[in-house]
C-alpha cells in the first residue's frame, strides 16, 4: 500500500494505459468504486446528491459516478464550474454517453448563469469532482469564491481522488480547498493527505482499486509504503529478533549514550529509560564526571562511565569497545567537546544512532560525515534537517519527501524526518533507497523530549541484534504505538509527556 506524488500517480495512470487498458476503463471503475461507498452511506433512493465537477478528468470522474448513480435511481443534479474550451477528452467522453443514456439530464452550469437554483438547493450529499491531483497554481479568486460556498453548505461531502484545491503532493491549500468528510482515493493514496492541510481536508480516506499495472511501481521513484497499524500489527513479531528464555543481559546487548558537559540531562536519562523499556540488557553511560551522582539516582540500571575533560578521546576510545550501538545528540552540547566526539564516533565501527546536538555538528562539518567509517541512521526533525540541507525550515516543510530522498540518496544513509507525519527513507546495502511514510501516532507526541525517547528506543533494537534500518523503520512505529497507548482521547493527548511515551512502549 503505497502513497504516490501527483507525478507518481499520473505515471502510474500512463503506465497502465499504455499496457492496454483505456484511460475510460479506469474512469469506470474509479466511479463504480466511489458508487458502492456512496450506497451504503446513502440507502435510501430519495437521496439528493449534487455533484460537481470541473473541465479536466475529475470532472470525468464526477460525470461517471452522476451516471452511475442515476442508473441505481437517486436523485441526482450535476452542476459544471469552468471553462467548456479547456475540457479535456476524457470529461468529454463522459459528458456524450451521459447525453445519451439519459438525454433528459442537463448539466448546470453549462448554459451559464441560469442555473443557480441547482447550486442552490439543497443536497444530502455533496460530489466534489472539480480538480484532481493535477492542480499545482493558486486558484483564481471565482474558483476560491465557489468552493467556500460549497463548504458552507449542509449535506455530507464527499471528494473524488483529492479535495478540489488541495496540492495532491505537498498537501499545501491552493487558497481554498473543498472541505470533504470523506474522500474516496483512487489506486493510490496521494502523499498530500498526510501533509499539512490535507489531514483536516480529506476527512475520512477511503481507497478505491481501479485496476492499475502492478509492475510500474517499479519505476516510481517517489512512492512510499505506508507504515500503519495494521502493517505493524501484521509484520512485528517476524520482524524483530525474538527473545529468548535461555538468556542473559549479554545476549541484548549494550546501548552507549554519550553526554558532554552542559549538555541537557534529562535528554539522554529519557533516551537511557526508553532503551531499556525497549529491551536492551544494557545501558551505559559516558559522561562528565561531575554528572555521576545523578545518573546514579535518576537511572540505577545504567552502568555509568565518567570521564575527565582533558582525556575526553582515550576515555571514549575505551568506552566504545563494548558497546553494540552507539547514541549521540541527546544531551550533547554543541562546543569543541561535543565536536571532537561525534568526529570520534564516525571514524569508528560502532553503529550509531544521531539526533538533535549531534545533527546540528554534523550540519557544520557534512563533509566528515560523508566520510565517516561507521554504519548510522539519523533521525532530524524539520529544523534540524533545514540546517543539514542548507535551507529554510518552510522550504523543508513543504517538500518533506523530496529532501528526505536526496539528502539520504547523497550521503547514503537511513534517516527519518520526523514530523506530525514522519518520512523515512532505508538505504540497503546495494545502496537501493525505500520510502516509508509513517502514520502511527498521534500529536501528544508534540512534547519536549519525544524525539529523545525515540531515539533511545532505535538505539535499544540495534543493540539487541536488528538491522539498522529494521531497528529505524520498527522504532519509529514503536514510539508511534506508545503515544496511541496513552492517548487514547483528547485529554490524554494534551497531558502526554515523554515519560509517558517510555512507560508505554512494548
Known amino acids: ?97 451521459l447525453a445519451k443514456a439519459y438525454p433528459s439530464e442537463q448539466i448546470a452550469g453549462m448554459r451559464g448563469a441560469g442555473d443557480a437554483d441547482v447550486i442552490q438547493a439543497e443536497y444530502d450529499c455533496i460530489i466534489d469532482g472539480i480538480f484532481g491531483i493535477g492542480l499545482n497554481k493558486r486558484l483564481g479568486y471565482n474558483y476560491v469564491k465557489f468552493i467556500e460556498y460549497l463548504n458552507s453548505k449542509s449535506g455530507y461531502k464527499v471528494a473524488l481522488d483529492v479535495p478540489s484545491g488541495l496540492n495532491a503532493t505537498t498537501g499545501e491549500s491552493m487558497d481554498a480547498v473543498f472541505l470533504a468528510d470523506m474522500t474516496v482515493t483512487f489506486a493510490n493514496y496521494k502523499t498530500g493527505m498526510f501533509f499539512a492541510d490535507g489531514v483536516a481536508a480529506c476527512g475520512d480516506i477511503e481507497l478505491v482499486d481501479i485496476g492499475t499495472v502492478e509492475s510500474g511501481y517499479d519505476k516510481v521513484q517517489d512512492k512510499l509504503f505506508i507504515c500503519d497499524n495494521e502493517f505493524l500489527d501484521s509484520t512485528l513479531d517476524d520482524a524483530l529478533v525474538r527473545r529468548t528464555e535461555q538468556s542473559h543481559k549479554g545476549t541484548y546487548g549494550s546501548v552507549g549514550i554519550v553526554v558532554s558537559s552542559n549538555g541537557m540531562l534529562g535528554a539522554s536519562m529519557l533516551a537511557a529509560k526508553a532503551a531499556y523499556r525497549t529491551g536492551c540488557g544494557l545501558v551505559k553511560i559516558f559522561c562528565p564526571s561531575k554528572y555521576t551522582g545523578f545518573f546514579n539516582v535518576s537511572i540505577p540500571e545504567a552502568v555509568v562511565v565518567p570521564y575527565k575533560s582533558d582525556d575526553v578521546v582515550g576515555a571514549l576510545a575505551d568506552f566504545m569497545k563494548k558497546l553494540d550501538v552507539v547514541l549521540l545528540g541527546p544531551g550533547l552540547k554543541e562546543d569543541s567537546t561535543g565536536r571532537l566526539l561525534i568526529k570520534q564516533i564516525l571514524a569508528g565501527s560502532v553503529p550509531a544512532v544521531l539526533d538533535a546536538g549531534a545533527l546540528n555538528l554534523i550540519a557544520k562539518n557534512l563533509k566528515t560525515f560523508r566520510k565517516r567509517k561507521c554504519e548510522c541512521v539519523i533521525t532530524p526533525h524539520v529544523g534540524e534537517m533545514a540546517k543539514l540541507c542548507g535551507e529554510d525550515t518552510k522550504i523543508i516543510q513543504k517538500n518533506r519527501i523530496g529532501f528526505t530522498r536526496k539528502f539520504s540518496e547523497k550521503f547514503q544513509v537511513s534517516m527519518v524526518l520526523k514530523s506530525d507525519k514522519s518520512v523515512i527513507s532505508l538505504i540497503d546495502k546495494r545502496k537501493r533507497q525505500s520510502l516509508y511514510l509513517n502514520t502511527v501516532g498521534n500529536s501528544g507526541l508534540a512534547t519536549a523530549g519525544s ?20 531497528s529505524l523503520l520498527y522504532g519509529t512505529m514503536l514510539h508511534g504505538r506508545a503515544a496511541e497507548k496513552f492517548g487514547e482521547d483528547e485529554a490524554s493527548r494534551r497531558k502526554m509527556m515523554a515519560g509517558d511515551i517510555v512507560e508505554n512502549l512494548f
Request: proline share 3%; hydrophobic share 40%; aromatic share 8%.
Open 1 to 97: 500500500m503505497y502513497a504516490l506524488t501527483s507525478k507518481g500517480m499520473q505515471y502510474m495512470d500512463e503506465y497502465t494505459i499504455n499496457t492496454g487498458i483505456p484511460s475510460a476503463v479506469l474512469m469506470e471503475n474509479a466511479a463504480k468504486g466511489v458508487v458502492d461507498k456512496l450506497v451504503k452511506l446513502f440507502p435510501d433512493k430519495s437521496s439528493r446528491f449534487l455533484v460537481v465537477c470541473g473541465p479536466g478528468n475529475n470532472g470525468g470522474d464526477a460525470v461517471c459516478v452522476a451516471r452511475w448513480l442515476l442508473h441505481l435511481g437517486y436523485q441526482v443534479n450535476i452542476y459544471f464550474i469552468g471553462n467548456i474550451e479547456k475540457a479535456s477528452q476524457e470529461f468529454g467522453r463522459q459528458v456524450k454517453i
Open 451 to 470: 524525539g529523545d525517547v525515540q531515539a533511545g528506543v532505535i538505539a535499544s533494537l540495534i543493540a539487541q541484534g536488528n538491522t539498522v534500518n529494521d
